[in-house]
């Protein structure tokens, strides 16, 4: 009888959901494992086959888990605010709320389809109120303990979206969500202190299993550097301060730079004589991004300022300054001492500039022609610093500078404060209002949530006020503290928001009282592993951590943090139009005869559609039509092909192409292990034959999954049924039994009918216990060692795996071939390698 995927799979779906075979139990007895995916965000095109590749994985290790005894939390929910949805409205001229409860009613099919084992019970959404409430109340918390703030700052300003993004959310100079232009604006902005927490960030690195490469791209955007502070005294008698890591290097600072926007320019104006072409600049660097104004490579630009100088404190020596956009006002102090004899940026502008470059450092190793690499070597017109090392020579600095009283030591970081607000309507709410009295005030706790009122127009404003700012009757209220009118906050959270938190609110969903009970947070946390993409790692990775270890500090969660373990998955790429190979034939026939050979056919693509063309395989997406639908392939081989693929495609960490004759090929697994049952054996004994194999798969398998290695697992699984088809027809109950618990995690749906069909135990195959394995019986009984003569391989022979070495000589000399070779010759020297080999040399 074959597998009808199409009937089996939905019955068992809809029976694990009516036995609540998935519920994780809040204070169970049992050894708790939670394990947590990034809850996906709903868009309206659905999921492609590369979207369920993070669940089935982690899903493979939550079935393992449950059958080992654990009480397993696998929740999943949904990141449903956020700009695509509202955009979409806007278009549309639909409420985004619909569509995005239309598309959580999609994906939530597709995934049930597959038969991931979430606890569908602990289902949560960021757009629903009774979530928001406590992201509004985290967020009141942060105000009460002066960690979030309002503030006048330069932005990015996203020209499509219209709207504040934060660094992290500005990629290569654009919009990381629309590719559009960033560009700079002033605008009033809540903030949150994530600065506050970075060393604590950093440190608390060491507590967790993180891989190495997630560690250091959480420490590089932190970015902690040790250094120090140094007041410059200028003309104008202010004192200008910079922050430097090498304060060794002063005697060698033969300029300075001030960024742009520093608030010096205005005090100054009155005493510059020069101001047009100052404004004229300030201009042109309000319209790049961060990322243009810092790329290394770009040539640097920048205006002297005419009226004003700064000294030197360690010489007294006048010297220039200067504005240029490479200095950014947000990072240190806005300003910069530049020593161009040991810093290419610094060269590259002092050579523009015709200034004066001067060593300081002796004997380091030459980084580039333009400068020496000052991390080594003896201090040279650096006056009380001459002669001595680099180290001694920051020390002995330091301490003249606060000697002096003109700097400090100090330890900075890149990490900036993070931009909290959004000028758009699809968000939570800010429980704040504004009272001309009594300033920015919380809203009283009683009356979360605050809830998103209902808007006509969703359309952000040009002038960068949320659509929020239109709705009168909700803008105007009362201030808590006096009474008086006031205003509320118009401004939005970021999409980030829900995310920072949202694990937490699983351990206990339907609380209306807190977050979660203290109970069910002190049961379940930390999480034990969480799996995710390494494109979140300087971002959602980054803020949840800093919200729980405020939580942390403020009595609400046991931990310090929030995930004990993370790891992250490979996409699964797709085929890419634009090249050559993946062209129909006659297309490509085409396209080279019309351009004379391949590589100008190639190159012809090349133009059209930039250097992605090169690629044969890429990212799948909707817009370059290789995305492949789910839907279609479970209803055409069924739900557990697609999971066996999925995981059999290649190392789950790194990326894989997609094959449609790869998926085929684990749907003959599925057909070949349901035939098992047609010759089943009714015996609960493994034979002898088979022992050893078993024993090796259940350890091979079980090492596999708790170390991602799932293609390796199924291979060996694979393996073994081709094993167990040559030793003989049939199979016996207890050989299915132990192969049907070794493949459930990845092909649940038919196991569990082969585990019903053939009355293999009490309840389901799910509610089991995993097989257990003699680590004496995975070894081998005999072992096939190679039989040299003169290092060439002559014969193979099947002998003990204990075997000894006279044992094995013997072995081989009585081997027929051997026999032959060696008959009436003179053996001069026998090679023994255990296990492995016998290597005859014979005169």
């Given at each position: 009888?074959?597998?009808?995927?199409?009937?089996?799979?939905?019955?068992?779906?809809?029976?694990?959901?009516?036995?609540?075979?998935?519920?994780?139990?809040?204070?169970?007895?049992?050894?708790?494992?939670?394990?947590?995916?990034?809850?996906?965000?709903?868009?309206?095109?659905?999921?492609?086959?590369?979207?369920?590749?993070?669940?089935?994985?982690?899903?493979?290790?939550?079935?393992?888990?449950?059958?080992?005894?654990?009480?397993?939390?696998?929740?999943?929910?949904?990141?449903?605010?956020?700009?695509?949805?509202?955009?979409?409205?806007?278009?549309?001229?639909?409420?985004?709320?619909?569509?995005?409860?239309?598309?959580?009613?999609?994906?939530?099919?597709?995934?049930?389809?597959?038969?991931?084992?979430?606890?569908?019970?602990?289902?949560?959404?960021?757009?629903?109120?009774?979530?928001?409430?406590?992201?509004?109340?985290?967020?009141?918390?942060?105000?009460?303990?002066?960690?979030?703030?309002?503030?006048?700052?330069?932005?990015?300003?996203?020209?499509?979206?219209?709207?504040?993004?934060?660094?992290?959310?500005?990629?290569?100079?654009?919009?990381?969500?629309?590719?559009?232009?960033?560009v700079h604006k002033v605008k009033s902005q809540w903030m949150l202190k994530i600065t506050e927490y970075a060393q604590r960030l950093i440190d608390d690195l060491d507590k967790v299993d993180y891989p190495e490469r997630v560690r250091l791209q959480q420490k590089n955007w932190i970015g902690r550097s040790t250094g120090a502070e140094v007041d410059f005294d200028t003309s104008a008698g202010d004192k200008l301060k910079i922050y430097t890591t090498r304060p060794d290097t002063l005697y060698g600072a033969t300029y300075m730079v001030i960024s742009p926007e520093h608030p010096y320019i205005e005090k100054w104006a009155d005493k510059l004589d020069n101001m047009g072409e100052i404004r004229e600049y300030q201009a042109q660097a309000a319209r790049k991004s961060d990322f243009e104004r810092t790329e290394v490579a770009k040539e640097k630009t920048g205006v002297k300022l005419l009226g004003v100088t700064a000294v030197n404190?360690?010489?007294?020596?006048?010297?220039?300054?200067?504005?240029?956009?490479?200095?950014?006002?947000?990072?240190?102090?806005?300003?910069?001492?530049?020593?161009?004899?040991?810093?290419?940026?610094?060269?590259?502008?002092?050579?523009?500039?015709?200034?004066?470059?001067?060593?300081?450092?002796?004997?380091?190793?030459?980084?580039?022609?333009?400068?020496?690499?000052?991390?080594?070597?003896?201090?040279?017109?650096?006056?009380?610093?001459?002669?001595?090392?680099?180290?001694?020579?920051?020390?002995?600095?330091?301490?003249?500078?606060?000697?002096?009283?003109?700097?400090?030591?100090?330890?900075?970081?890149?990490?900036?404060?993070?931009?909290?607000?959004?000028?758009?309507?699809?968000?939570?709410?800010?429980?704040?209002?504004?009272?001309?009295?009594?300033?920015?005030?919380?809203?009283?706790?009683?009356?979360?949530?605050?809830?998103?009122?209902?808007?006509?127009?969703?359309?952000?404003?040009?002038?960068?006020?949320?659509?929020?700012?239109?709705?009168?009757?909700?803008?105007?209220?009362?201030?808590?503290?006096?009474?008086?009118?006031?205003?509320?906050?118009?401004?939005?959270?970021?999409?980030?928001?829900?995310?920072?938190?949202?694990?937490?609110?699983?351990?206990?969903?339907?609380?209306?009282?807190?977050?979660?009970?203290?109970?069910?947070?002190?049961?379940?946390?930390?999480?034990?592993?969480?799996?995710?993409?390494?494109?979140?790692?300087?971002?959602?990775?980054?803020?949840?951590?800093?919200?729980?270890?405020?939580?942390?500090?403020?009595?609400?969660?046991?931990?310090?943090?929030?995930?004990?373990?993370?790891?992250?998955?490979?996409?699964?790429?797709?085929?890419?139009?634009?090249?050559?190979?993946?062209?129909?034939?006659?297309?490509?026939?085409?396209?080279?005869?019309?351009?004379?050979?391949?590589?100008?056919?190639?190159?012809?693509?090349?133009?059209?559609?930039?250097?992605?063309?090169?690629?044969?395989?890429?990212?799948?997406?909707?817009?370059?039509?290789?995305?492949?639908?789910?839907?279609?392939?479970?209803?055409?081989?069924?739900?557990?092909?697609?999971?066996?693929?999925?995981?059999?495609?290649?190392?789950?960490?790194?990326?894989?192409?997609?094959?449609?004759?790869?998926?085929?090929?684990?749907?003959?697994?599925?057909?070949?292990?349901?035939?098992?049952?047609?010759?089943?054996?009714?015996?609960?004994?493994?034979?002898?034959?088979?022992?050893?194999?078993?024993?090796?798969?259940?350890?091979?398998?079980?090492?596999?999954?708790?170390?991602?290695?799932?293609?390796?697992?199924?291979?060996?699984?694979?393996?073994?049924?081709?094993?167990?088809?040559?030793?003989?027809?049939?199979?016996?109950?207890?050989?299915?039994?132990?192969?049907?618990?070794?493949?459930?995690?990845?092909?649940?749906?038919?196991?569990?009918?082969?585990?019903?069909?053939?009355?293999?135990?009490?309840?389901?195959?799910?509610?089991?216990?995993?097989?257990?394995?003699?680590?004496?019986?995975?070894?081998?009984?005999?072992?096939?060692?190679?039989?040299?003569?003169?290092?060439?391989?002559?014969?193979?022979?099947?002998?003990?795996?204990?075997?000894?070495?006279?044992?094995?000589?013997?072995?081989?000399?009585?081997?027929?071939?051997?026999?032959?070779?060696?008959?009436?010759?003179?053996?001069?020297?026998?090679?023994?390698?255990?296990?492995?080999?016998?290597?005859?040399?014979?005169?």
């Amino acid at each position: 009888m074959k597998y009808d995927h199409r009937s089996i799979e939905p019955k068992w779906q809809k029976k694990w959901e009516e036995k609540g075979a998935f519920h994780a139990e809040n204070g169970s007895p049992k050894e708790k494992f939670y394990a947590l995916i990034e809850f996906p965000y709903p868009s309206g095109a659905g999921l492609h086959v590369g979207h369920p590749r993070p669940y089935i994985g982690l899903d493979v290790v939550a079935r393992k888990r449950r059958l080992q005894g654990y009480n397993v939390l696998y929740p999943i929910g949904w990141d449903a605010f956020g700009l695509p949805a509202e955009n979409y409205a806007i278009k549309n001229h639909v409420h985004p709320e619909g569509i995005t409860r239309e598309n959580i009613a999609r994906y939530k099919r597709q995934i049930q389809s597959l038969g991931i084992s979430f606890d569908w019970s602990r289902e949560i959404a960021t757009i629903d109120p009774e979530y928001y409430k406590w992201t509004q109340w985290i967020f009141l918390q942060l105000y009460k303990h002066g960690l979030a703030y309002k503030k006048e700052m330069n932005v990015n300003w996203c020209t499509s979206c219209k709207c504040v993004l934060a660094n992290e959310e500005v990629v290569n100079g654009v919009c990381e969500r629309c590719g559009s232009e960033v560009v700079h604006k002033v605008k009033s902005q809540w903030m949150l202190k994530i600065t506050e927490y970075a060393q604590r960030l950093i440190d608390d690195l060491d507590k967790v299993d993180y891989p190495e490469r997630v560690r250091l791209q959480q420490k590089n955007w932190i970015g902690r550097s040790t250094g120090a502070e140094v007041d410059f005294d200028t003309s104008a008698g202010d004192k200008l301060k910079i922050y430097t890591t090498r304060p060794d290097t002063l005697y060698g600072a033969t300029y300075m730079v001030i960024s742009p926007e520093h608030p010096y320019i205005e005090k100054w104006a009155d005493k510059l004589d020069n101001m047009g072409e100052i404004r004229e600049y300030q201009a042109q660097a309000a319209r790049k991004s961060d990322f243009e104004r810092t790329e290394v490579a770009k040539e640097k630009t920048g205006v002297k300022l005419l009226g004003v100088t700064a000294v030197n404190p360690v010489n007294d020596k006048e010297i220039p300054i200067f504005i240029s956009d490479y200095v950014l006002v947000s990072y240190g102090t806005g300003a910069i001492m530049a020593v161009p004899a040991h810093d290419d940026r610094d060269w590259d502008f002092a050579k523009k500039f015709n200034l004066p470059i001067i060593e300081v450092v002796k004997g380091g190793e030459v980084q580039s022609a333009a400068f020496t690499d000052c991390e080594t070597g003896i201090m040279v017109n650096s006056g009380i610093l001459d002669g001595l090392s680099v180290e001694d020579a920051k020390v002995k600095i330091t301490e003249f500078l606060e000697e002096k009283g003109i700097g400090h030591a100090k330890v900075n970081y890149k990490l900036r404060d993070w931009v909290f607000s959004r000028q758009r309507y699809w968000g939570e709410p800010i429980p704040m209002v504004y009272c001309e009295k009594c300033g920015w005030q919380p809203i009283d706790e009683s009356e979360l949530p605050l809830r998103l009122p209902q808007v006509d127009s969703y359309e952000p404003t040009d002038t960068g006020e949320s659509p929020l700012a239109k709705m009168t009757d909700w803008v105007n209220t009362t201030c808590p503290h006096c009474g008086g009118p006031a205003k509320r906050e118009t401004d939005t959270m970021p999409q980030w928001a829900g995310s920072s938190w949202y694990f937490l609110r699983y351990m206990d969903p339907s609380n209306d009282k807190a977050l979660a009970s203290k109970e069910a947070l002190e049961y379940w946390s930390p999480v034990d592993w969480y799996n995710g993409g390494m494109e979140h790692t300087t971002l959602h990775l980054l803020y949840s951590r800093f919200w729980h270890k405020f939580l942390y500090d403020i009595g609400v969660v046991p931990t310090p943090e929030p995930y004990g373990k993370r790891t992250s998955h490979g996409m699964i790429l797709g085929l890419n139009p634009h090249n050559l190979q993946n062209l129909p034939s006659s297309e490509q026939k085409k396209l080279i005869e019309e351009h004379g050979s391949q590589e100008k056919a190639q190159a012809a693509l090349r133009e059209q559609f930039g250097e992605m063309a090169d690629h044969p395989i890429v990212k799948m997406s909707k817009s370059l039509n290789n995305v492949v639908n789910p839907d279609d392939l479970v209803e055409e081989l069924g739900a557990d092909t697609v999971r066996l693929y999925e995981m059999f495609i290649g190392d789950f960490e790194k990326s894989a192409p997609w094959s449609t004759a790869g998926v085929k090929g684990c749907r003959r697994l599925a057909d070949r292990y349901w035939a098992l049952q047609d010759n089943l054996i009714d015996s609960e004994d493994i034979r002898p034959e088979l022992e050893t194999s078993l024993h090796k798969a259940i350890k091979k398998v079980g090492e596999d999954i708790e170390t991602l290695k799932f293609n390796t697992a199924i291979a060996t699984l694979m393996a073994l049924i081709n094993e167990i088809g040559q030793k003989g027809k049939g199979i016996t109950r207890g050989e299915l039994k132990i192969f049907t618990l070794l493949l459930n995690p990845f092909a649940p749906h038919i196991t569990e009918e082969v585990w019903e069909a053939c009355a293999l135990g009490e309840g389901m195959a799910c509610q089991q216990s995993w097989p257990e394995y003699d680590e004496q019986k995975t070894k081998d009984s005999t072992v096939e060692i190679v039989v040299q003569i003169k290092g060439k391989v002559r014969s193979r022979i099947n002998v003990p795996a204990d075997i000894s070495k006279e044992d094995a000589l013997a072995a081989a000399k009585a081997d027929e071939k051997i026999a032959a070779e060696i008959a009436g010759k003179e053996i001069v020297k026998e090679i023994y390698v255990p296990g492995k080999l016998v290597n005859l040399v014979i005169k």
